[in-house]
């Protein structure tokens, strides 16, 4: 018997065990491993090198780094609904103003045009037959008019007869007018008119010569107003945009014409006329200044990449010189981190130049303000930091 509870009480213990087991073994694996993770605090001071903004005189050479765009950029959608039956480009095409580049079903716009083809028909033949009929009751009241004129002058006959055929010929001369200026078959016509420009609508056609920079719907998408299905870009000629200081403004008119250096072909340089200046500061206080120029025949610059317009002028400047590993952000809205209060700021900043590596600040730094040049690991804004020694 106490055989038989110990047995049971073994039963009961034994999983209890391990399940005991297992729990303390996932909880000191689970330490272990949490002990291995690097835990960031964001607390704890980030090491950063610093360097004091100071002013110093620097060769005047203006160089302004922009971006090539497309001279003109447009997607293109259906203007009626329909199933796209065919797109002639893809990808990359080089395509004519004014070559085909998708087709949408028109098969129930075609049967449409056919009934009303139809109609217009019928309606024409039985407005022609009732013409005919006119014609012969026009005819024989116009001479029974004559007659009765003869017959009434001679007191053959009274008036009321002339005046009763007069009636009728006006009546059918009426009618005649009213089978000329058939408004069924004008309301028939403008519907083919119409049909026929809903077809002519289910064909895309290119509004200029370009290349197609993104198919964006396949043979068997639906189609519809302001749903995209191509996108094309005129590169033949191109547009380099810049941002400029408020300062330099005055460097610049419409129609000068400067050297542009791709990044990606340094050793090439490209002619291009200033075509707009800016009227509006941007977000980084800086002013856009646009330019055109002509693309190689082979297309060999293309839309997003860099470039840089040098103007030399004379003599020295005087301003805040930082490397340009120090910027942040965007090329159109660079910042630069600074310590404030034992803090990283990000500030906006505009650039007036670049020289080799180093950028010259037109604003957003004073003289005397603590930029950070180093350390932009795991830096933010707002974060604690500490200078290395």
Do not use: C, H, W
């Amino acid at each position: 018997m106490k055989n038989i509870n110990l047995k049971k009480i073994l039963i009961f213990l034994i999983p209890i065990i391990l399940i005991g087991v297992v729990v303390v073994k996932l909880r000191k694996n689970k330490t272990a491993a949490t002990e291995k993770v690097y835990q960031y605090d964001k607390n704890t001071p980030i090491e950063v090198q610093t360097k004091i903004a100071v002013k110093s005189n620097v060769e005047r050479e203006l160089s302004y780094t922009g971006t090539f765009e497309p001279n003109r950029e447009t997607k293109l959608s259906a203007e009626v609904q329909g199933k796209i039956n065919s797109v002639f480009v893809d990808a990359g095409s080089y395509v004519k103003q004014g070559q085909a580049l998708v087709k949408l079903d028109d098969a129930l716009l075609k049967q449409q045009l056919k009934t009303a083809e139809v109609m217009i028909q019928n309606l024409t033949a039985e407005t022609e037959i009732q013409l005919q009929n006119n014609s012969i009751q026009l005819e024989g009241l116009e001479a029974d008019v004559q007659r009765f004129k003869v017959l009434v002058a001679s007191e053959a006959i009274q008036g009321v007869q002339l005046e009763k055929a007069e009636i009728q010929l006006k009546s059918v001369q009426n009618q005649r007018r009213t089978l000329q200026q058939q408004s069924a078959i004008k309301n028939a016509e403008a519907q083919r008119a119409s049909i026929l420009e809903q077809i002519k609508k289910t064909s895309i056609f290119a509004p200029f010569s370009g290349i197609v920079t993104a198919k964006l719907s396949e043979v068997g998408s639906f189609a519809g107003p302001g749903v995209p299905i191509i996108q094309l870009s005129e590169l033949g000629r191109l547009k380099f945009v810049i941002n400029i200081p408020e300062a330099d403004l005055k460097r610049f008119a419409l129609g000068q014409v400067f050297e542009v250096t791709p990044d990606a072909y340094n050793t090439s340089s490209f002619f291009a006329k200033v075509s707009m200046i800016g009227s509006k500061a941007n977000i980084g206080s800086s002013f856009p200044v646009q330019f055109e120029l002509q693309n190689t025949s082979d297309f060999k610059l293309k839309a997003g990449m860099l470039g840089r317009i040098s103007k030399n002028t004379n003599g020295t400047i005087k301003g805040i010189v930082l490397p340009a590993a120090v910027l942040q952000g965007s090329a159109d809205s660079p910042k630069v981190y600074v310590v404030s209060n034992g803090k990283a700021v990000l500030k906006p900043v505009t650039i007036s130049s670049r020289i080799d590596n180093r950028v010259l600040i037109g604003s957003g730094i004073s003289e005397g303000e603590e930029v950070i040049v180093a350390g932009f690991i795991n830096l933010f804004e707002g974060a604690k930091v500490s200078k290395i020694k």
